[in-house]
DNA sequence: CGATTAATGCAATTATAGTTGCATAACAGG
DNA sequence: CCTGTTATGCAACTATAATTGCATTAATCG
């Protein structure tokens, strides 16, 4: 911290010159953007030569201009959108439970930017045609999977949960046909598994599927329906929050297209449950 | 937003070739981060040459490397968090997916209020001491059980997991012992399951962990640990997004406690998977 | 298998960014 | 009003980044 670029400012405030305030306001009006530009390019905004930004990097200890922009970067980094969230709730060094809930926050936000409504409606109408759905999916995935096998239950359809490998799988595809739809999970990695009975679903007719994470980029072939989005940053802890919600908002979608009838379905399901009691 | 990186990039998907992927994962993995870095230092940490970098830019249409950076600069102003948070509140009239993620970050900033890393903490050390991890959860809260289940056993635990009725369900809680753990899940309702397995496993010696939400002030007699929180408002479609956060916390938790203990696992588990490949 | 094509890395080249010596302009103190 | 000092811009120069032709490798198809 004792070489942080506001630090060194102040050390040297009374030998600023004129150009060097320019070129400072220019700096810290938005450190985000300008760590990004060339000396040249801050120059020509504070109205300056970019020599006088070279200057102005030696004069506060850097060994030239690209030191002290990669010095404005760092520091960028460590106040970034989800680390601010996490120090405005914690507050305290090493809150896990801070830190992990402003990370999921910030994917959360970042998920409007990479799948929209009318993707989700898309997908929700394919899945309202279909005679029967086949829930695909392999590993940690499963979880996910599965929530969604019980909220499509509930809310009247027809669904099939597969979890196996190899044979297995291959046995529990059979019955997919024309009129039906494969749903497949893939985060992370891309099993054979799913590329597998993505092939075979294209072979046999049925609509598919793929909700996934940044791996839909590497799918071999476009499925009919993608939904996918980043789950965090490469070096966070990567959780199912974003495609929880992804599947949350195809259930939430698919109830309010089919307006009641996966209602009335779930009335249906509590007299049941009261019959079993 | 017709010429946005992304849509280049799915308008040339087919195209793309290994050395593409790999770059494009680095850069849309961060891309605040990348879009500061030059051709080489992106292609570095993508392991390829810096001409791939080069030549993915222009296959996507763009002159070249500086031009493609520069519409990734540009993107990012429009995606700052801010921003987003305004957006995703504002422009959420009949966009279910915005309203979704809005009202679950509403939940998740909340959750900070009604559990502290303390009680984590305290909930983190008993499953360190336990000898075996039995995971009781009824409905829905399968689905959390399960994650749980899948996460402590890759870092280690010995667990199981019991989702079952009566009878099923007795025989399987035969095993809890004095050093042993029980962790139950309760949602909306208080499954005569868990209170059942509660008083059991008090009876036994055993330590209770209850992970919840506001059903928790109805527990007949408190556990050991309790780490609850709403999941929204009651008109709200309620989702496992915050427990699932309560779990992944306990998760890092564990991690941090027992200083790699639980990574080295991991390692172990990579090596096994690989033996099955 | 061999032939053909595409993909990739290397290295030479070109373009751009960064740096510095020098001349000029602005200013302060004599 | 002159002189010395400092700040600034210009332009030449150096360093770094970007580009591209070419050779090699990997993959595909007959």
Redesign the pocket.
């Known amino acids: 911290m004792a070489h942080s670029l506001a630090n060194q400012i102040d050390r040297y405030r009374d ?1 600023l ?4 305030q320019r070129l400072l306001d220019v700096l810290l009006r938005d450190p985000g953007q300008s760590a990004m530009l ?3 390019e801050v120059a020509r905004e504070a ?6 930004a ?2 102005l ?2 004069k506060l200890g850097y ?5 002290m ?1 990669s010095a404005l970067r760092s520091e960028i980094v460590a106040s970034d959108s989800s680390r601010r969230i996490a120090e405005t709730l914690a507050g305290s060094e090493g809150d896990l439970l801070a830190s992990l809930i402003a990370s999921e926050v910030d994917t959360l936000l970042g998920l409007i930017q990479h799948i929209d409504q009318a993707a989700i409606e898309d997908a929700a109408k394919a899945m309202l045609k279909a005679r029967s759905i086949a829930l695909c999916a392999q590993g940690n995935s499963v979880v996910l999977a599965d929530l969604l096998d019980r909220r499509l239950r509930r809310a009247g359809f027809r669904t099939s949960l597969i979890t196996g490998q190899g044979r297995e799988l291959a046995e529990r595809l059979i019955p997919l046909g024309r009129n039906d739809m494969l749903v497949c999970f893939a985060f992370r990695r891309l099993p054979r598994e799913v590329t597998g009975a993505l092939d075979h679903a294209r072979q046999v007719g049925a609509t598919t599927l793929v909700i996934a994470d940044h791996i839909a980029r590497r799918l071999p072939r476009t499925p009919d329906h993608v939904l996918a989005a980043p789950r965090g940053r490469a070096e966070e802890f990567l959780t199912l929050t974003v495609p929880m919600a992804i599947c949350n908002a195809l259930i939430l979608t698919i109830a309010r297209i089919d307006g009641g009838q996966s209602v009335s379905t779930l009335d249906a399901l509590e007299t049941l449950i009261k019959r079993f009691d």
Not at 17 to 20: F, G, I, L, M
Not at 63 to 67: A, F, K, L, Q, S
Request: charged fraction near 30%.
């Open positions: 030998k010159t004129e150009a060097d060339s000396a040249a109205g300056v030569h970019a020599a006088a070279v200057r990097a030696q060994e030239g201009y690209p030191d922009r």
